[in-house]
């Protein structure tokens, strides 16, 4: 019996400790979540009212556009030049700089371009009836066969031994 009150006695301690704890999770919370994002929200809600016509945006589908017009509810948006479109405010992601835009744009390389003509210039002619053609015809494996082109050229097929 008298081991049982000095159990007692040690968790009286504790009592207190768990009632701090069970008040501390939920300013842990407030603070390192509800705060934040409440505050987050609240700067992208100003940033949508304060949209004006000739501003450059990113909407949340990831368009480029330039405001044409505000309305109370919605905007329109134009995202190529002569195509217009409606949305609401709150597609509207980020208000973007025109050294932003510049950059995006200045990222479409011209090398790019010249290894899309060479992909084409190397692409085969499968004709019904008719023979593989390539580009290079010194490409092919020992027996001469032509070699395979493309992403899933010879997948799932097995090599027989002749």
């Known amino acids: 019996m008298g081991s049982d009150m000095i159990i007692a006695a040690e968790q009286s301690g504790s009592g207190a400790f768990n009632l701090l704890l069970l008040l501390a ?28 016509p000739g501003a450059r945006v ?23 030049p002569g195509v217009r479109a409606r949305f ?26 010249t290894e899309l003509a060479e992909d084409a210039e190397t692409r085969t002619d499968l004709k019904k009836g008719g023979d593989v053609e390539t580009a290079d015809a ?12 493309g992403a899933g050229a010879g997948k799932g097929l097995k090599k027989s031994s002749d």
Not at 66 to 78: C, K, T
């Open 25 to 52: 999770v939920p300013l842990v919370f407030y603070f390192l979540l509800i705060r934040p994002q409440s505050k987050r929200r609240k700067e992208q809600l100003q940033m949508q009212s304060a949209l004006e």
């Open 58 to 80: 990113l909407t949340t589908s990831g368009m480029y556009a330039e405001v044409v017009s505000v309305d109370d509810d919605g905007i329109e948006l134009e995202i190529a």
């Open 88 to 113: 609401v405010k709150q597609a509207v992601m980020q208000v973007v700089k025109d050294e932003d835009v510049a950059d995006e744009v200045e990222d479409d390389d011209p090398a790019d371009d």
């Open 138 to 149: 010194g490409s092919g494996d020992e027996d001469g066969k032509p070699a395979a082109q």
